[in-house]
């Protein structure tokens, strides 16, 4: 029996209370007297009357009601929601880095400092760049400081008419929003036949007034753009640079670094693609990588090394500025630092091997089932569209909903924008067969009954403490309070 709502939210019953003050050490009598009187309250506040038990199992059940990648799968395409090992959390949780304050002097922070240096030295190596910055707390942030980087280094060299950014029509939506906070023009690029950048419209769109072509690769589709080299020629013959968004880096680990293939400016998601558990806004780190010829352009402090240790470096005139307080989202980078030097090189590369293997099985035994836009080998996601399933009156959304009765998130839906009906699906290189095969299943079972019995889709979820959502209504109207 599942639970019901009113157990969950409404528990008060009057004269109940959960607490009990001690005596109080001097007369209460005539304090209000002592107060201005239009603070003093003139009635109680309308509060829950709880118990102790009350107030726990409301927050147990609400806790319960949450899905989260250590209670099932999370296939949320482009967001990475891998199961990020404990052990990391227990190494950023270590007295000494948890109990570190920000102004503390820097010869008393040696092991931190160390930390930071030594993971942009490896996040260098990844991804083919010369110099890192962690300062960053956010993938659109780090978006956001490598287009200011950009917008520097053009005009340090004079070139002030380099006013417009280049966005795939395939691209994350922070990537033309990221464009746009900087003052830049967005001018969208199409894909070609194969799901790649058109590089006719590439050519037709790149001249004197580009600043940067930002790019996924592999790309939203899940799709390796192997006109890569071309690309690259092209948008540096006119001038440009190539920005990387390191959003599928889970795809490339210890594979193919971005630095290697053209692109001048990198960020990545280390919460995404190195243990940092996610989701809900935070938290989060984006790190930004350069080639040498940008280094300059950084945000300050950067961490160097000297005869006397680590230590904080402010000399840098052609810096961007601080982007962020005190050193980034600290954290999130102990985070990475562990997860990097548990795996090593070898383990990195198993992640990206494993994650594409994985969501090529699943691509390979849904592909009959549901519209494949781009029927080619995917990376670490691919794309499904449920155009077939639409005939019949199920939208993605339904399907969607009805994964919720299997027990499953579903995946992400109607993105990338070009897909119609999509379906963004990526299992992550951290699940065994029984789930990819579970998650198979379920959607083999959707897709039968969205053909056979339509109205089970259409009326899914059947499961959950609450259905079908009036998902408009209650973005307008929300309830923010309780009422008694």
């Known amino acids: 029996m599942k639970p019901l709502l009113p157990l969950i939210f409404e528990r008060s019953v009057a ?23 239009d603070q003093v309250r003139q009635k109680l506040p309308l509060l829950p009357e709880v118990s102790e038990g009350d107030v726990i199992r409301h927050y147990i059940n609400l806790s319960l009601l949450n899905h989260n990648i250590d209670r099932g799968f999370y296939p949320l395409g482009s967001c990475t929601m891998k199961y990020n090992p404990k052990v990391n959390e227990d190494v950023s949780r270590l007295p000494g880095f948890a109990r570190l304050h920000p ?72 990537n033309p929003a990221s464009a746009a906070m900087v003052g830049m023009k967005v001018v969208q690029v199409a894909s070609d036949a194969n799901g790649c950048v058109s590089l006719e419209d590439l050519r037709a769109k790149t001249d004197d007034t580009v600043a940067a072509l930002m790019l996924t690769n592999p790309n939203t589709l899940g799709l390796f753009d192997v006109n890569i080299g071309a690309i690259a020629d092209i948008v540096h013959a006119a001038g440009g640079l190539l920005y990387y968004d390191g959003a599928n880096a889970n795809a490339i680990l210890g ?10 400016v990198v960020h990545l998601n280390l919460h995404k693609t190195f243990s940092t558990p996610h989701g809900g806004g935070g938290p989060g780190s984006g790190p930004v990588g350069v080639k040498s010829q940008l280094a300059p352009y950084l945000p300050v402090p950067r961490v160097v090394q000297g005869g006397e240790g680590y230590s ?33 090189a070898e383990g990195l590369k198993a992640v990206s091997e494993d994650a594409v293997l994985n969501a090529n099985y699943i691509q390979a035994r849904l592909k009959d089932a549901y519209h494949l836009e781009y029927d080619r080998l995917c990376m670490h996601e691919f794309v499904l569209s449920a155009k077939r399933q639409l005939a019949k009156g199920v939208k993605t959304l339904d399907i969607a909903k009805r994964l919720l009765d299997f027990g499953l998130h579903p995946p992400t839906v109607y993105f990338p924008l070009i ?18 095969d579970y998650f198979i299943e379920a959607m083999l079972q959707i897709a039968r009954e969205a053909e056979e019995n339509p109205e089970i889709v259409l ?20 309830v923010l309070k309780w009422q008694p």
């Open 15 to 37: 004269g109940r209370t959960g607490y009990s003050l001690p005596p109080a050490e001097f007369p209460l009598e005539g304090i209000e007297q002592l107060l201005p009187q």
């Open 459 to 478: 009326g899914a979820p059947h499961t959950t403490p609450i259905s079908r959502l009036d998902e408009v209504g209650a973005a307008r109207n929300p």
């Open 419 to 436: 897909i119609e009906e999509a379906m963004m699906i990526e299992p992550t290189e951290t699940e065994g067969m029984e789930t990819l």
């Open 255 to 264: 594979k193919v670094r971005p630095g290697d293939t053209g692109f001048d």
């Open 103 to 174: 102004l503390v002097p820097e010869e008393n922070a040696q092991g931190a400092l160390e930390l930071i240096y030594r993971l942009e030295q490896y996040l260098a190596e990844i991804s083919g760049m010369d110099a890192v910055s962690l300062q960053s707390v956010a993938g659109a942030h780090g978006e956001f400081t490598g287009l200011k980087i950009i917008l520097a280094y053009h005009k340090a060299r004079g070139d002030f008419r380099r006013q417009t950014i280049l966005v795939p029509d395939s691209a994350h939506g922070t």
């Open 312 to 344: 904080l470096d402010y000399d840098y005139p052609q810096s961007i500025g601080k982007i962020h307080s005190f050193y980034g989202n600290f954290a999130v980078n102990i985070r990475a630092y562990a997860y990097i030097r548990m795996l090593g």
